[in-house]
């Protein structure tokens, strides 16, 4: 969670650049722990890539999903995903360089999954800004929780597995 897939041709983006992408977006989302983030670059080959029935190497098409809900307390960072265009804008602000800059066609499409269905190495992740959730932003790595806490199901919740 995030989880960022840039469908795009095998030579649109230098090692460098993708590197680039990856860290401007992880920066985007600095109120999580880094390992989180998570950035994928997918080879599509021209003759595989169409827009309007024809080839093309020079157009970009990314999913970023999310696997949190602003139920859970994750506000700050995703709540503008799911009601409004702010954080859309702030996100393609991140990425301009790379697409407006770059001369290329692209499109975005961002999605709020179930974070009933999110685990990070087996554990349930912890309350966004938690004792548990800063530790493993501290260690930049999941580690199994010290504080239960209870759910609004009624029972309680920890990393363990």
Same mark, same amino acid.
């Given at each position: 969670m995030p989880f960022h897939r840039f469908y795009c041709s095998p030579n649109l983006y230098t090692k460098e650049e993708k590197q680039?992408?990856?860290q401007a977006i992880t920066k985007f989302y600095s109120k999580l722990p880094p390992f989180l983030v998570l950035v994928n670059f997918i080879d599509v080959d021209k003759d595989s890539f169409y827009v309007g029935g024809e080839p093309n190497d020079h157009y970009l098409r990314i999913n970023v999903q999310h696997s949190a809900n602003p139920v859970q307390g994750y506000v700050d960072i995703l709540y503008c995903a799911t009601i409004s265009r702010p954080w859309v804008e702030a996100y393609e602000k991140v990425i301009e360089p790379f697409t407006k800059g770059k001369g290329i066609g692209w499109e975005l499409q961002m999605t709020n999954d179930d974070p009933t269905f999110w685990n990070a190495n087996g554990m349930h992740v912890p309350p966004f800004l938690s004792e548990d959730f800063?530790?493993?932003?501290?260690?930049?790595?999941?580690?199994?929780?010290?504080?239960?806490?209870?759910?609004?199901? &009624? &029972?309680?919740?920890? &990393?363990?597995?």
């Open positions: 680039a992408i990856a800063m530790k493993w932003k501290e260690l930049n790595r999941p580690v199994e929780w010290e504080h239960a806490v209870e759910t609004k199901a &009624g &029972g309680l919740n920890s &990393g363990e597995t």
